[in-house]
């Protein structure tokens, strides 16, 4: 029994010091939505107008990932060994968790 309490107290001691930040979480978005718009193909079904701004997402990554960045609504919540962040944004939301340096978001993106 002591032993499995010495494990949790570690975990937990653990998580503490691992638990990202909100500049990780921001670092990480950045790298999901530029990846995003690398794999997305232009044509596919698309509308001019959509692929004119997928072609110059393309072009200009940093500039695309400002502009769609802007059109989220991003929540941090602190919960001490671990970060909760919640984002809702372009008809779609999600629940991230970060803990031991790594995030995670069940479900992904889901539709409203």
Do not use: W
Not at 49 to 78: F, I
Not at 84 to 105: I, M, N
Request: glycine residues 8%.
């Amino acid at each position: 029994m002591r032993f499995l309490i010495g494990l949790l107290v570690l975990a937990a001691v653990a998580a503490y010091f691992t638990k990202p930040e909100e500049a990780d979480a921001e670092a990480v978005l950045r790298e999901q939505v530029m990846i995003g718009v690398a794999k997305e193909d232009i044509g596919q079904g698309r509308s001019t107008a959509e692929n004119l701004a997928l072609t110059a997402c393309k072009l200009r990554p940093n500039d695309c990932y400002d502009l769609l960045r802007s059109g989220l609504d991003v929540t941090y919540t602190d919960q001490h060994l671990f970060l909760k962040v919640d984002l809702e944004g372009y008809e779609r939301r999600a629940t991230c968790y970060g803990a031991f340096g790594q995030f995670v978001c069940p479900g992904g993106f889901e539709k409203l």
